[in-house]
C-alpha cells in the first residue's frame, strides 16, 4: 500500500500579494500531485471551497494521520497557515514546504527547508515544469526517509520533551467516513486473527491506509505467527514495524521475544538491554529479560539424559545463572508492583535458591512483603482475560507458602476461571512439572500437579493442526485465448506443460502429505492441480474475485474454455480439494487509492497465495513456476513472487517456456 499524502493549498485562482492572479488548480495537477504521485504517494486534496478557519471534518483527519503534507505558501491563506499550524502542533514530522514565487519570506518558516517552484503567467513554467517535479518529488523521498532523523516541526523542535499523542488519541468524531474505513479494516484483522489466518492479515497489513495503521498490523500479524510458531516471519513482521516506527516499544519487545525462541538469545539481551536504557523502568522488558535469564538457568541442568538427582545438583550448581534472574524478576516488580508475573517468579526462584543452595539471598528478609504485594495485585485483576493467570498466580504463592490443601483449592479457583482453556491449564501444569523435576515443595508440587492433570482429563486434548510436510505454491500462465497476438501458452502445448509439472512435482518429492497452493484458472493453475491430485496431496484454491467473475475471466476466455470450466468443476468436487477460500469474502472489497482505483484483484491474490504458503514455513514452501520470464509485474506478479521466496531461502523451480515450446 502506498503512504498517504495530504496537500494544503489554496483553491481555484487566487491573487498574490501584487494582484496577479494564480491558478493553484492547476498548479496541483500539474506540478503537485504528479510530484507526489512520482515519489510513490497517494495524494489527496480538499475538494471543496473552505471559509476562513474551517477545516471539514474529514479533511481535518486526513491532515493529522496523513503520512506526508505538502504545504503551497505561495500566498498568505489563512486556511493553509491554519492547517500547517495544526499538523506542526500534533505531528513533528511529515512535512514539505513549496511556494512559488513571492517577494517576502514568512518569518515563522524563514529558517525551514522550502522548495521554490516556477510560474510563467500564474501557471507552472512549462520550461521548468519536469524539473520542478522531479525536484519537489526527491524532496518529498527525502523527507520521508530521514523521518526518524530529523524532526520538521518548530514546537517539537524548541520541546524537546513534548511526545506526539498517540494516533487513537487523533480520532476526529465527525470524520465518519474516515474511521468508518477503519473499523472495517480492523474487523477484517481481528477476524483474520480469531479464525488463525495469519496470512490474511498480511495481505491486511500492507493495505493500511497510514503508517500508524500500518504498523498495529504489522504487530498483530507478528504476534499471530509468533504464536504459531513461525519465528523467522513473525521476526520479519516485528522488524518492519520497527522501521515504520523506531520508537514502538510493543515492536521491539517482541523482535526480542523472536530472536529469543528463535535461539539468538545474546540478540535477545542486547535489544532487551537497549530498551531499558532508554526506558529504564519498563517493567515489561525487565520482564522478559527476567525469562530470558530463568530461561539460561533451566537450560544449564534441564537435560534429558540426567536423572532427577543430576538436574538437582545441576541447578543449585548454576546458582550464580539463578542469582541474575532473581535479580531481574524483582527489579521488574519492583519497578511495577502490580506486574504480579515477575513478581511471582522472582519468589519462586528466590525460595528454590534456598532450597538447592541452602544459602540465603539479598531478598529474603523481603518475601513477606513481596508475596503480600503479588497477592494483592493478583487479587484486584478484573480483566477476565486475564483472570485465570491472576488466579493461578495465586496458586503458585499457595505453593510457595501452604500446605497441599490450600494450593488444591487455590488451583481450582484459578480453573474455574479457564473458560476451558486446555492450552493455559497445560502450560501451568509443565512450570509445576519443571519444579517437580528437582524435588521442590514435593508435596505442594504434587497437589498442585494432580489438580491440573485432573481439569484436563475432562477436557479434549485440542485438535493438533496437521501441517503439511511440504507447501508448493503454483504461479503459471493460463491458456492463450483465441486470437491472441503474441503467444505465451498456445493450447496445443498443453500436454508438455502438463508433462514437465508432473516430472516437477517427482522431483521435488511430492506426496500425500503435501499441500498445493494455487488460483485455479484455466492452463498452467488447473495442469498443477491436477497433477497434486493424482499424488494425493490436498489442494487449497484461492480465487481472486466470486466463483461465477472467476470462471468468467479466467477460465472461459481460453481456447476451449467450456472444456477447461469441466476441468475445474471436477477439480473443485474432488475429495483432496478443499474448499475454495475466495478473497472478497476473506479480505473483504479491494483497496482504493484517492483517485478511486482498485487494486489489481489477481496481483493482490497472488500476494495472498504467497503469504498464505510463506505463514506454513519456509523450509516447507517450494515455489513452482510456469514463466515465460517477461519482467515488470508488481507485487504479487510471477516474478515478485519467485524472488520473495529465493529472498527467505525457500525452494523455487521454473519451468522456462521459452525453452519448453
Request: hydrophobic letters at 40%; glycine letters at 6%.
Amino acid at each position: 500500500m502506498k503512504l498517504h499524502a495530504f496537500v494544503a493549498m489554496p483553491f481555484g485562482t487566487k491573487p498574490d500579494a501584487k494582484g496577479t492572479p494564480i491558478d493553484f488548480n492547476l498548479i496541483y495537477t500539474q506540478l503537485i500531485r504528479p510530484a507526489l504521485e512520482k515519489a510513490g504517494l497517494d495524494v489527496i486534496r480538499a475538494d471543496q471551497e473552505q471559509r476562513a478557519g474551517d477545516i471539514r471534518e474529514d479533511m481535518f483527519q486526513e491532515l493529522l494521520m496523513a503520512d506526508l503534507v505538502l504545504v503551497d505558501l505561495t500566498i498568505d491563506n489563512p486556511n493553509v497557515w491554519y492547517e500547517l499550524g495544526v499538523r506542526h502542533a500534533l505531528r513533528a514530522r511529515g512535512v514539505v514546504l513549496v511556494m512559488g514565487p513571492r517577494d517576502t519570506k514568512p518569518f515563522d518558516i524563514y529558517t525551514d527547508r522550502k522548495y521554490n517552484y516556477s510560474l510563467k503567467d500564474g501557471a507552472p513554467d512549462p520550461a521548468r515544469l519536469e524539473a520542478d517535479i522531479k525536484a519537489i518529488a526527491e524532496m518529498t523521498r527525502a523527507t520521508l526517509d530521514a523521518w526518524h532523523e530529523r524532526t520538521v516541526s518548530p514546537v517539537y523542535s524548541l520541546l524537546p520533551n513534548l511526545v506526539e499523542p498517540d494516533w487513537k488519541s487523533l480520532r476526529v468524531g465527525g470524520a465518519r467516513e474516515y474511521w468508518e474505513r477503519y473499523d472495517d479494516w480492523a474487523g477484517l484483522i481481528e477476524r483474520a486473527r480469531k479464525a488463525n489466518h495469519p496470512e490474511d492479515i498480511l495481505v491486511l497489513a500492507d493495505e493500511a491506509p497510514v503508517t500508524a495503521l500500518r504498523v498495529e498490523a504489522r504487530i498483530k500479524a507478528g504476534k499471530a505467527l509468533l504464536k504459531s510458531k513461525h519465528f523467522n516471519f513473525a521476526l520479519e513482521q516485528f522488524e518492519l514495524a520497527c522501521e515504520f516506527d523506531p520508537a514502538n516499544i510493543d515492536a521491539a519487545r517482541s523482535r526480542g521475544m523472536c530472536l529469543q525462541r528463535l535461539g539468538r538469545a545474546d540478540d535477545a539481551r542486547a535489544l532487551y538491554m537497549k530498551i531499558l536504557a532508554e526506558r529504564p523502568t519498563d517493567v515489561e522488558t525487565w520482564s522478559l529479560l527476567g525469562r530470558l535469564d530463568k530461561d539460561a538457568w533451566v537450560a544449564a541442568w534441564n537435560l534429558a539424559e540426567n536423572t532427577p538427582a543430576q538436574k538437582r545438583d545441576a541447578a543449585g550448581y548454576e546458582d550464580a545463572l539463578l542469582l541474575t534472574a532473581i535479580n531481574t524478576y524483582t527489579t521488574a516488580f519492583r519497578n511495577a508492583p502490580t506486574h504480579y508475573y515477575s513478581g511471582i517468579n522472582a519468589l519462586t526462584l528466590i525460595r528454590l535458591y534456598r532450597d538447592l543452595t541452602g544459602q540465603k539471598t539479598d531478598y529474603d528478609d523481603k518475601i513477606d512483603c513481596m508475596s503480600g504485594g503479588v497477592a494483592w495485585a493478583a487479587g484486584c485483576q478484573e480483566n477476565p482475560s486475564e483472570r485465570f493467570w491472576a488466579k493461578a498466580t495465586l496458586g503458585d504463592l499457595a505453593v510457595l507458602r501452604s500446605d497441599p490443601a490450600t494450593v488444591g483449592a487455590a488451583y481450582r479457583a484459578a480453573i474455574a476461571c479457564a473458560d476451558k482453556d486446555w492450552f493455559a491449564l497445560d502450560s501451568t501444569l509443565s512450570q509445576l512439572k519443571l519444579l517437580a523435576s528437582i524435588g521442590f515443595a514435593p508435596d505442594n508440587v504434587a497437589a498442585g500437579i494432580a489438580t491440573f492433570e485432573r481439569a484436563l482429563a475432562r477436557l479434549q486434548v485440542p485438535e493438533q493442526t496437521c501441517l503439511p510436510d511440504k507447501v508448493f505454491l503454483f504461479s503459471g500462465h493460463m491458456v492463450d485465448a483465441p486470437g491472441r497476438k503474441e503467444p505465451r501458452f498456445p493450447a496445443d502445448k498443453e500436454p508438455i506443460a502438463a508433462a514437465a509439472i508432473t516430472q516437477a512435482l517427482a522431483d521435488l518429492g511430492a506426496s500425500d502429505k503435501d499441500l498445493a497452493l494455487t488460483q485455479g484458472a484455466s492452463g498452467g493453475d488447473l495442469l498443477f492441480a491436477e497433477a497434486a491430485v493424482a499424488r494425493g496431496m490436498k489442494v487449497q484454491l484461492l480465487l481472486p474475485l466470486p466463483e461465477p467473475d472467476f470462471i468468467a475471466q479466467s477460465i472461459l476466455p481460453a481456447t476451449g474454455g467450456d472444456g477447461w470450466r469441466k476441468r475445474y468443476y471436477q477439480l473443485r468436487n474432488n475429495p483432496l480439494c478443499l474448499p475454495p477460500r475466495v478473497m472478497p469474502d476473506e479480505l473483504g472489497p479491494l483497496p482504493q487509492d484517492s483517485r478511486g482505483k482498485e487494486t489489481n484483484p489477481f496481483e493482490r491474490c497472488n500476494q495472498w497465495l504467497l503469504n498464505s504458503a510463506l505463514a506454513l514455513g519456509i523450509k516447507r514452501t517450494r515455489c513452482l513456476c510456469l514463466w515465460n520470464g517477461s519482467g515488470g509485474d508488481g507485487p504479487g506478479g510471477t516474478e515478485h513472487m519467485m524472488k520473495e521466496v529465493k529472498k527467505r531461502t525457500g525452494q523455487v523451480t521454473w519451468l522456462d517456456t521459452r525453452t519448453m515450446w
